[in-house]
């Protein structure tokens, strides 16, 4: 069928085969809206729908609510079983982290919604979400006092301009609608990589100390002498990213391709985001994790002593 275009007349065909401007992006904005339709009541109380209509996850009524209480305690206090009883934790930290866990997401849940009503909001919600990551990175490195501050660098600066460059080329709509997810996804996994490289890179001068000082004795910089002993153990804080690239889709299915699947995007527009996240988070890390040993082998960051 022919219409009337710009330049003259067009057949309907040959307009659904060409390629058009911002495709790309037009995707990727439908899956995030699409993922983040529940915000605005669309997926109903109980949350995104199956195929035939159903809720995924039914808390609708108070049985619904009694079973994801039972079962959440139930699996926390099996996984805190089996640690205890392996020596490998207390049992008590798997308790308190489901607990955590449970009002972080009814508060964010409550919050969500008024967050992305506003860019200051969403700016301040992505600055607590650095914060704390830093501060839980510190707290795994074993860092005390004004050190606890450092794992900002790695971390802020390998999330934060890699969101910046996707909204800025267009990738992602400039909306905290895209921000939010998008953000916290690379600040995630930056503060995965950098409590990583960090533990790796304070254990191994620890344990390698004579390698250490055999290093200066023959006339290394401090510097060069902690990088010949962390190096190679810090490196490893890249392998599980680099691992869930080379298996998606055929070990693992990550939450934003479910994730934004069950909001309601074809299978398409959930691997371009996906694909999209996943090359974001290799140069998140790949920015934090060197940073992160460059602080450590300086001895800005350091244990207390």
Known sequence: MLREGSDGLEDDGLLARRPRVGDTRRVITSTLLAAMDGLNGSTGASGPNTSDGSALI??????????????????????AGLRYLAGLGNGRDEVVAIVRATVQ??????????????????????????????????GRMGLRGPHRAWPLLPVAAGALPVTVVLLVVGLLPLEPI????????????????TTLAG???????????????????????????????????????????????RTVGLVTLPGA??????????????????????????????????????????DIIHRPR
């Open 257 to 298: 391709f479910v994730g934004t699947l069950l909001g309601g995007a074809t299978p398409l527009e959930a691997a371009a985001l996906q694909l999209v996240v996943l090359a974001g988070i290799l140069l998140a890390q790949s920015v934090a994790v060197p940073l992160t040993l460059e602080l450590v082998v300086r």
């Open 105 to 138: 997401l009814g508060v964010v849940g409550l919050l969500i919604a008024a967050v992305l009503g506003s860019w200051w909001l969403t700016a301040a919600f992505v600055g607590l979400m650095i914060i704390v990551a830093a501060l839980t990175s510190a």
């Open 178 to 193: 895209s921000v939010i997810p998008t953000g916290g996804i690379l600040i995630g996994n930056a503060m995965t990589a």
């Open 199 to 245: 533990r790796r890179a304070l254990d191994a001068l620890t344990e390698r100390r004579g390698e250490y000082e055999a290093g200066l004795s023959i006339g290394l910089m401090p510097r060069d002498a902690a990088l010949l002993v962390t190096r190679e153990a810090t490196r490893l804080a890249l392998v599980p990213a680099l691992d869930q690239t």
């Open 58 to 79: 039914d808390v609708s009524g108070v049985d619904g609510v009694v079973r994801l209480v039972v079962v959440v305690l139930v699996f926390a206090g099996f996984a």
